[in-house]
């Protein structure tokens, strides 16, 4: 619309110059023009509220997914700024969004899984590479992420412990239920998810051992902050950020969610997947809404 008052403004004054360079009774020369003029700035008219109306501006989808995704203002000014200095982080953004989606799925109390959820590739853990707290399975894409990882790990000198993986609805609910009675609503909540609103029920998340805060103090712990992404993991709730992903601390607790998401979290997101899928989930809901899509 910008570019359509910026011609109208010219035209108007090539009118009113051809007017006074052929004097007032020059109507013969004039009018054409105008009329012409007319034309044309009606169809630039047009053209503008027709592509207002239907694709909105690539500005306005960013800033409804930042506002929607709830984004600290830190990780909103970050995100803009890559946006407008570089189509990087739209292509990025549309690789993350291409995969699978089961990848960056949103597990959480507002977006739980049904019950009824079971993946359909889970394979049983079995000690080798790493070691096996108690045999439990997983997905078989991070299943294999997770041989790479350990044996990466392994020519470092670490050994990488399998405390937990894979959970069921139904398990989950055992294990909400036991903390709600030894701890109370309100701390079970901050240890653990409610059924169905828990990452291991993705078949995508590995507890390393040992499962409490000592682990970020291991050679496995500090292994895993510098090496996890390199391979497809994200630590799902890192200190610091307790208010928005709802749980306190767990520097044990890794996701698997694929080599481009891992990238696209730690570069925009500072290693923060909490915020990473938010916004993929709330740009996605945008996608869902609109009539054209991911135009």
Same mark, same amino acid.
């Given at each position: ?6 011609? /109208? ?91 699978? #989606? ?145 749980? #306190? ?15 696209? /979290? ?30």
């Amino acid at each position: 619309m910008g570019m359509a008052w910026s011609i /109208i403004a010219y035209c108007k004054l090539f009118f009113l110059y051809s007017y006074h360079e052929t004097g007032r009774n020059s109507t013969e020369f004039c009018m054409p023009r105008l009329s012409f003029i007319v034309t044309i700035l009606a169809v630039i008219l047009i053209h503008c509220i027709v592509a207002a109306k239907g694709r909105p501006a690539k500005e306005d989808r960013l800033n409804t997914a930042i506002y929607n995704a709830e984004l600290p203002e830190k990780f909103a000014k970050k995100i803009d700024a890559a946006a407008a200095r570089s189509p990087a982080f739209m292509a990025d953004l549309r690789t993350c969004l291409r995969g699978k #989606k089961y990848l960056r799925e949103l597990v959480d109390r507002q977006h739980p899984l049904p019950s009824d959820y079971v993946p359909n590739d889970l394979v049983m853990l079995e000690e080798g590479i790493y070691q096996l707290i108690r045999p439990e399975p997983l997905r078989q894409v991070a299943l294999e992420s997770l041989n790479k990882m350990s044996a990466a790990a392994r020519k470092d000198g670490v050994t990488l412990a399998v405390s937990s993986a894979y959970r069921s609805y139904e398990y989950q609910t055992k294990v909400y239920n036991r903390n709600v009675r030894e701890l109370g609503q309100k701390l079970a909540d901050m240890e653990s998810a409610q059924p169905g609103a828990s990452q291991h029920q993705t078949g995508l998340v590995v507890d390393f051992y040992p499962v409490n805060e000592s682990f970020a103090n291991t050679k496995a712990g500090q292994w895993l902050v510098a090496n996890a992404s390199r391979f497809g993991w994200s630590l799902s709730f890192p200190k610091g950020h307790e208010d928005a992903t709802g749980y #306190k601390w767990e520097s044990w607790h890794y996701r698997y969610v694929g080599l481009d998401i891992a990238r696209f /979290i730690d570069n925009y997101f500072d290693g923060v997947q909490h915020y990473a899928l938010r916004f993929l989930h709330e740009w996605e809901q945008w996608e869902a809404s609109s009539p054209h899509g991911n135009q």
